[in-house]
């Protein structure tokens, strides 16, 4: 049985199809590389699937339980978890304060527990100053704390959408190892949104590639990459 599936998913705002009957699936342990030019509709298919939206039409399914219209928060308890693109963490409480709040009010922890188990999140990941407030984070520890704060809801799956985003070399090197680290030791099912193609090479086992919503192609980077369609979807022909 699959940890995600999607069978033909399609998302329409009026007259804009932003996801057009992609079909796809996830396993536990791998990681999937979703990439496609600006506007191809990655983060629509991750609101989709982690419940922020609902689709027009067709279904998902959550190791084998139709969650379709299943709301974000049910999701999130369920253990479908995703970090955003822009970060709003609560500036008014410290980091570790931040990564508690998923273990609290997605499992349900007591204080003690969930701070046991952000506090042992942030060692896993190498952050430390969980004493501080958010505002003192440098990009790459704000990072780190995104990713703690989405693992604190117990995933079984974890969606992260462009969180090399702004990180030097060293940075993405750091980061890619770790998201390697956190798909082996927990067995997480990882969608990896990225632009970064050396990332994508390097990180991911598997690609799916989305154009005007639509799944265009499937399967290892190197394969993909050489794929005619991607090329022109990226290149416009120019190549």
């Known amino acids: 049985m699959k940890t995600l599936q999607t069978e033909h998913l399609t998302k329409r705002f009026l007259g804009l199809v932003a996801v057009n009957d992609v079909s796809f699936s996830l396993d536990a342990g791998e990681i999937l590389g979703i990439i496609g030019p600006n506007g191809a509709g990655k983060t629509t298919f991750i609101h989709l699937v982690s419940g922020i939206l609902m689709p027009s039409s067709g279904k998902i399914l959550y190791k084998g339980r139709d969650v ?59 952050l430390g100053g969980l004493g501080r407030d958010t505002a003192s984070l440098s990009i790459l520890e704000i990072k780190k704390m995104e990713i703690a704060r989405a693992l604190a809801n117990g995933p079984e799956i974890l969606f ?25 030791e927990r067995g997480l099912a990882v969608g990896v949104v990225e632009h970064v193609m050396g990332v994508i090479r390097e990180l991911t086992e598997r690609v799916i590639v989305l154009e005007a919503g639509e799944l265009i192609a499937e399967g290892p980077y190197s394969e993909v990459s050489k794929n005619p369609r991607v090329i022109e979807a990226y290149l416009g022909g120019a190549a």
């Open 68 to 126: 379709t219209y299943v709301p974000a928060h049910e999701r999130a308890r369920m253990g479908i978890a995703r970090t955003f693109q822009l970060i709003h963490p609560l500036e008014n409480l410290t980091v570790l304060e931040n990564v508690m709040i998923g273990a609290v009010f997605s499992r349900g922890q007591s204080l003690k527990e969930a701070r046991k188990s952000a506090e042992g999140i942030c060692d896993s990941l190498q």
């Open 160 to 184: 992260l959408d462009e969180v090399m985003a702004g990180l030097n070399t060293d940075e993405t090197r750091q980061m890619i190892s770790m998201v390697k680290a956190i798909a082996k």
